[in-house]
């Protein structure tokens, strides 16, 4: 008896442990196929966050309701992947939201998710955490998505209102649109490095050329001496970059091709063109089906896999692009890497570096209806193309944008400057004619030969007949009988006007006959000339200068004129005209002045006589 009771217990014992160690092994399992429940960091100065996992609560039972939901029976690693990132979300804002409450406020209801102070907070807590905008803005987005399924699953066992959930996504709104300015700022700084790193198209090119030369050695290397697991390895990264490069898919596409999606593929033109139609990828639900369009060389490499020539588990694999144990991949660019150091290859590469390049070359030399084309190709649109894939613009580009800017600057200046000018002329045309009527002065005699004195315009015409008649005898009589000459002769003496003093108010002129032959002066008479005011007192705003002896008038009141532009062809021509219009217009000028001040020095003798 005493020694059956030992044995009695020991076999107990073991059975007991057996049945306890099979518990815990069968409770590893299902952890390992729940969502990770990690519990936050040490919580920040003034933020209080649950520090172990509550059993049992209503928000775990909501949560996994949730994951459930996202889930929806669907099998694929991708999904079950985001189903557990949305519970994982879900779980640490609930954390932080319980803080220092006790249990019972956690095990019936979930009112803590009405604190709306915690809440606010939340986006600063995750920021010092050490979390980037983009992974800010996704957490946010599966809060949302918590708070909607408890109002429509939990709203009884949650104890919270409808208008308690009305508030706190009004709040979650606001929350989003300040995240969207980091995220935007984070997204530029992200593509300014997918810019940096840019494939270049003599990459792309020499890559292609090494793949149509290797894959064909490295089948024959296998088939001659067995799978190798480098040479597999290589071989994969060769044919999806292959891909990749002619197409612009992503790397999911061909990571989902199957041994059925090639053999139902549809050929044409005499066997000589093949498309593959994948099922599976990130925008099915927008673009439906992507499509691979190969030769009949390309499409020879994809039925060398599907034969399951590659290695021993190729036969067993359902998909063609697959590890050594028959598995599908799940770091393509791991393999990809491979084959572009194996082709000679130096930088980094990815399958979204590929996918890049392709959409900024697009870009850049393809018409807006061809670049669609491309876009609806890869499975995604223009817009986000641009936003996500295009690269930045290169300096070149930039200085071009900016000369183009300038362009436009100057040309809005010139445009402004002509209208000034146009104004300007008007104004002085106006001056000029209100200085005219203005300087009627009652103390100084009135010159009726001045063509802008106001006793022009009050004058008859009968007055204005009988000086001109009197005009011809008054200057013979200061000069004496200017004997007439044909125009093939020169005449005896000629009538030269000299300034010998000139001030704002008054101007001397001395006029002289000369003769020609013997250059002696004949007869000299010297005036003196009044220059009107202005009603303000100041001085005209058309005035004579002395120059050399010779009346012109200030270029600076002279009506501008838009100086004409020329092509570089006509630069020297343009510039040797507009110095003889100028020699032509001074001489012009002088001309008419000396006349002028003749004319005044006539009127100022007419008037005296009078």
């Not at 966050?49 to 509550?54: G, Q, R």
Request: charged share 30%; glycine share 4%; proline share 4%.
């Amino acid at each position: 008896m005493s020694k059956e009771a030992p044995a009695v217990a020991r076999t107990s014992m073991s059975s007991a442990r057996t049945s306890s160690d099979i518990q815990s092994t069968t409770a590893k399992k299902r952890a390992r196929q729940e969502p990770l429940q990690k519990t936050p960091d040490s919580a920040l100065k003034g933020d209080q966050v649950l520090k172990c996992e509550m059993k049992g609560t209503l928000y775990e039972k909501a949560i996994g309701d949730l994951r459930e939901f996202k889930l929806s029976g669907r099998t694929g690693r991708k999904a079950i992947d985001n189903a557990n990132q949305v519970a994982t979300h879900c779980f640490r804002f609930c954390y932080y939201m319980v803080g220092s409450l006790p249990e019972s406020a956690t095990k019936h209801d979930l009112r803590f998710l009405a604190r709306m102070d915690k809440l606010r907070k939340y986006p600063n807590y995750l920021k010092n955490k050490g979390y980037m905008p983009t992974t800010i803005r996704n957490m946010t987005l599966n809060i949302v998505s918590l708070y909607k399924h408890v109002k429509n699953v939990f709203l009884e066992e949650s104890r919270l209102k409808v208008e308690d959930f009305d508030r706190v996504l009004y709040e979650l709104t606001r929350l989003q649109a300040e995240i969207r300015r980091d995220v935007v700022v984070r997204q530029q700084r992200v593509k300014r490095q997918k810019t940096n790193n840019q494939l270049d198209s003599e990459q792309e090119l020499s890559f292609l050329y090494a793949a149509k030369r290797r894959i064909p050695m490295l089948m024959d290397a296998i088939d001659k001496d067995g799978y190798q697991r480098d040479q597999h390895s290589t071989l994969m990264g060769y044919l999806m970059g292959y891909l990749c490069v002619i197409s612009g898919h992503r790397s999911v596409v061909l990571t989902s091709m199957t041994k059925e999606h090639v053999a139902n593929a549809d050929q044409w033109n005499d066997g000589t063109r093949f498309q593959i139609l994948v099922d599976e990828h990130k925008s099915v639900r927008t673009f439906g089906q992507a499509s691979l369009v190969l030769n009949c060389v390309e499409f020879s490499w994809l039925r060398w896999f599907h034969d399951g020539k590659c290695c021993s588990r190729g036969t067993d694999s359902t998909n063609i692009f697959h590890t050594s144990q028959g598995c599908r991949l799940t770091k393509p660019s791991n393999f990809l890497y491979l084959a572009w150091t194996d082709a000679g290859l130096k930088g980094p590469v990815s399958f979204n570096l590929i996918r890049s390049s392709v959409a900024t070359q697009a870009e850049r030399h393809l018409s807006e209806t061809e670049r669609r084309k491309v876009a609806r190709a890869m499975c995604h649109d223009p817009t986000t193309a641009e936003k996500f894939y295009v690269a930045l613009p290169t300096r070149e580009l930039a200085y071009e944008n900016r000369r183009l800017r300038m362009k436009a600057l100057m040309c809005e200046k010139r445009k402004v400057k002509a209208k000034r000018k146009s104004k300007v002329c008007d104004e002085q045309e106006a001056c000029y004619s209100l200085s005219s009527e203005s300087s009627e002065d009652r103390d100084e005699p009135v010159y009726d030969d001045e063509p802008e004195s106001s006793s022009l315009s009050s004058s008859s015409s009968e007055e204005l007949s009988i000086r001109s008649q009197r005009r011809p005898r008054l200057k013979r009589k200061l000069f004496g009988p200017v004997p007439s000459t044909s125009s093939k002769q020169k005449p005896e003496a000629d009538i030269m006007s000299t300034v010998a003093a000139a001030t704002p108010s008054k101007i001397q002129v001395t006029l002289q006959r000369v003769d020609n032959n013997n250059q002696q002066c004949l007869k000299e008479f010297s005036i003196v000339l009044n220059m009107p005011r202005e009603s303000n007192g100041r001085p005209p705003s058309r005035q004579l200068e002395a120059t050399d002896g010779v009346l012109t008038t200030p270029s600076k009141l002279r009506p501008p004129e838009a100086s004409p532009s020329y092509s570089e062809g006509e630069t020297e021509a343009a510039e040797a005209e507009a110095a003889e219009a100028a020699e032509a217009e001074a001489a012009e000028a002088a001309e008419a002045k000396a006349t002028e001040a003749e004319d005044a020095a006539i009127a100022e003798a007419e008037g005296a006589e009078a």
